[in-house]
Every structure is written in structure tokens, then in C-alpha cells.
């Protein structure tokens, strides 16, 4: 069944109302992100209560910093996916707006967590604040929340048994630097860009390799160059590629573009969302003397894209 995705918090039915639930921004849904998933589970199963994660559409540093450059890891309908495996029945997917900004950690607590939500239950991560000028702590929320009628439980950092720091700041630093290895394991699946399938210049189709073109909007710019794919139509068939991310130097663009050559494949996906999952970085962007040395390097690249996707 899928999730059933509620997008404000006021006047909601007793139907939607009564989860036990994990709270924060759960960009990327980690593994980190998964512990404290589980632990609001756990509770849910107690209670025998829904299970639900509650976030925010934008994600807060979106509204504090709308000038800052494009950080996110997974879009809302991505989100809602990554969550339906882990027994999840509600995404409360609250606005992030003036409104929400200015309410203090109190007011978040007592009118939108016990008042809007009704929660019975709520699991935070050790870092988690909340309210204006985030002044809310998991130990405040732990006190309100007895206060309130709901339990608190705040799952303590986890990382990987070799060291690797799990968090939605490492994901990032490993998508700079083209680890795909490392972002990967940091969040439990490769890291994918989804969006609408979008018109291009066509060029590709004069040398004999058409791409599907997704515009990156808001995601996280990971290293530009080429990169064994994997990418997901709308009706599940996934279909291996190769792809280039960036504004390619030769046929410069002005803001970059994910252009996925889908192998084997022919048919019209524009106006489609397809989701590409970035599995390695095989070299980074280049320029080249003509189509010829173009095609040359292309046809190297799909070769070793897919050597690694058979292995």
C-alpha cells in the first residue's frame, strides 16, 4: 500500500491523527535516518499505532538560505519511496513556512506535534532542534512531551562499523568528490536524480546516442563527468546507461544537465519522470577535437559503464 503523504497539520480527522512517529528533515534517508526510523517503529508497534516520519517541504535551510546553492539529496516523492520499505504509513510533509519559522519550540511541540498531529510517540536523532532560533533539544522535547502525553526517545549517533560517519553532510561530501562507493553505503542505496524527461539540442541523436535530459534543479551538484547509471522508468523497468552530468565544455550549456544515454533502448520518454541512479564515476568532464573523438570516448565510456554494471 502506498504511503499517504499529509501536507498540513491543522483540523486533521482522528484517521490521521495518533502516529507514533520520527521527526526531522531526513534529507537522503540515510542509514543514520534509518536508526531513528526503526526506533519510532519499535515504539509504533508498542502502541500499536501508525508509523510516521514527519518533515518539511521546503527543508528549513531552504527558507533560511534561499540563496544557497543547490544541497538537496532526494526529492518528496523520493522521500516517500525511500520510506515505504522501512513499514512507514504516514509522511507528514509540513510546510516550512513564516509561519512555521517564527514558532518557538513550545508552540512547534504543544500546537503542531500533540495539538495538530496528536502524536503518541516521537523518536528523534541526538542532533535533532527545533523552533525559531532552534532552541529545542531532544532533552526539551522529552520533558514537554511527558508534559503532553507522548514519549521521546532520541536514538544516539550511529555509524558505520568501519568509521564511516553516517550523515546527510557526508553524502554530500562524498557526491563532491564522485565516490559514489562512499555515498552509497552512507545511505544504504546508490544516489539517484529524478526528474521530468526534458527536450535537449538533439545532438546526441546525429552521432547515434540520444539521451534522456534531466534538469538538476534543487539536487546537490555531484562531481561533473560521466557515470555508469541505472535508471527507473515510470512503468519499473530499469534500464542500464551511461550519462553525463554537467554543462559539457565543448557544447557548453548554462546550467547543468543530467544527459543519460539509456542502452538499448528506444522509445519517448519525454514529459516522463525517471529516477537515475549515479553508480560510478568513470572519468570527469572533457572537451574534444571534433564529433569523431567524440564518439570514440563515448563508445569507451558505455563500453566500461557496462563492464562495471555486469559486475
Known sequence: ???????????????????????????????????????????????????????????????????????????????????????????????????????????????????????????????????????????????????LGFSVVVTPRVDDAGGLKLSSSAVREALNAGDMARAAAILGRPFAIEGEVVHGDKRGRTIGVPTANVRLGDYMRPAYGVYATRTRLPDGRVIDGVANLGVRPMFEIAQPLLEVWLFDFAEDLYGQTIATELVALLRGEMSFDGLDALKVQIDADAAAARAILAA
Do not use: C
Not at 518539511?56 to 526529492?75: E, K
Not at 541526538?126 to 522529552?142: I, M, N, Q, V, W
Open 1 to 147: 500500500m502506498a504511503i499517504d503523504i499529509i501536507r498540513h497539520w491543522r483540523d486533521l480527522p482522528a484517521s490521521q491523527r495518533g502516529a507514533a512517529a520520527a521527526l526531522g528533515a531526513f534529507d537522503g534517508v540515510h542509514r543514520g535516518h534509518q536508526a531513528v526510523i526503526a526506533s519510532a517503529k519499535s515504539a509504533a508497534d508498542r502502541l500499536n499505532a501508525p508509523l510516521a516520519v514527519v518533515s518539511f517541504d521546503p527543508h528549513p535551510r531552504r527558507w533560511f538560505q534561499p540563496d544557497a546553492a543547490p544541497f538537496r539529496l532526494m526529492s518528496p516523492a523520493q522521500m516517500a519511496h525511500a520510506l515505504e520499505p522501512l513499514g512507514v504509513d504516514r509522511l507528514y510533509l509540513l510546510a516550512f513556512d513564516a509561519d512555521m519559522a517564527a514558532m518557538s519550540d513550545e508552540a512547534f511541540a504543544v500546537e503542531v506535534l500533540s495539538g495538530g498531529l496528536g502524536l503518541t510517540h516521537a523518536s528523534v536523532g541526538f542532533d535533532f532542534t527545533y523552533g525559531k532560533g532552534r532552541t529545542g533539544s531532544p532533552e526539551a522535547l522529552a520533558r514537554v512531551g511527558r508534559e
